[in-house]
Nanobody
Framework: QAQLVESGGGLVQAGGSLRLSCAAS????????MGWYRQAPGKQRELVAA???????IYANSVKGRFTISRDNDKNTVYLQMNSLKPEDTGVYYC??????????WGQGTQVTVSS
């Protein structure tokens, strides 16, 4: 029943911007920590950014100052604003909900490709 649906990925040139959206349903979105992860070909999935229910955020060092995570609890949606994109940002971006320490929900992923 729980669903996370990402959108907003695409092809962009280096230095450009994209905004990813993740629409959540089927669980109590407003009380859960939400996150964005990404996976490049041949690499491990890594945390990009996360936002707690109260609004506290964390970011991977590689994206600090360029990416911003936010959430709209009225819309059950989490966003990732990505600016000054670099080719190394290329990968599949996944939305994550931390509903328990031992349980996560995942979206299907959206492709982000940054060209030089």
């Amino acid at each position: 029943q729980a669903q996370l649906v990402e959108s907003g990925g695409g092809l962009v040139q280096a230095g450009g911007s994209l905004r990813l959206s993740c629409a959540a349903s089927g669980f109590m979105f407003s009380i859960n920590t939400m996150g964005w992860y990404r996976q490049a070909p041949g690499k491990q999935r890594e945390l990009v950014a996360a936002i707690a229910s109260g609004g506290m955020t964390i970011y991977a060092n590689s994206v600090k100052g360029r990416f911003t995570i936010s959430r709209d609890n009225d819309k059950n949606t989490v966003y990732l604003q990505m600016n000054s994109l670099k080719p190394e940002d290329t990968g599949v971006y996944y939305c994550n909900a931390k509903v328990h320490e031992w349980e996560d929900y995942w979206g299907q992923g959206t492709q982000v490709t940054v060209s030089s």
